[in-house]
């Protein structure tokens, strides 16, 4: 079992930025490729970015792409989601997730999910 906990939400304006944090708990981090999806009101849950294992392969939905970050600190088991230059349609519960498989963008590749943290963007 692997447990994700997400925290860095909160109430922004446009173009403001967040740093999301998501810290694993259980096995091995280093086991997992993870990623950030996220979810609005009436709406189904979206990918937003991916990074493997070691770091170095990262990928981004289109509507993100060049605004937000995906990183993550293997010794620290955490991954986090850089995000600049907020608009309000970036509004959502936010959800970190890892996967036993390689960077995917599928929700269902994600075996493990965190709580959620909310982010609002206000116009």
């Known amino acids: 079992q692997v447990q994700l906990v997400e925290s860095g939400g909160g109430l922004v304006q446009t173009g403001d930025s967040l740093r999301l944090s998501c810290a694993a708990s259980?096995?091995?981090?280093?086991?997992?490729?993870m990623g950030w999806f996220r979810q609005a009101p009436g709406k189904e849950r979206e990918f937003v970015a991916t990074v493997g294992r070691s770091g170095d392969s990262t990928q981004y939905a289109d509507s993100v792409k060049g605004r937000f970050t995906i990183s993550r600190d293997n010794a620290k088991n955490t991954v986090y989601l850089q995000m600049n230059n907020l608009k309000p349609e970036d509004t959502a519960v936010y959800y970190c997730a890892a996967s036993a498989w390689f960077t995917s963008t599928r929700s269902n590749d994600y075996i493990y999910w965190g709580q959620g943290t909310q982010v609002t963007v206000s116009s």
């Open positions: 259980g096995r091995p981090f280093i086991n997992y490729a």
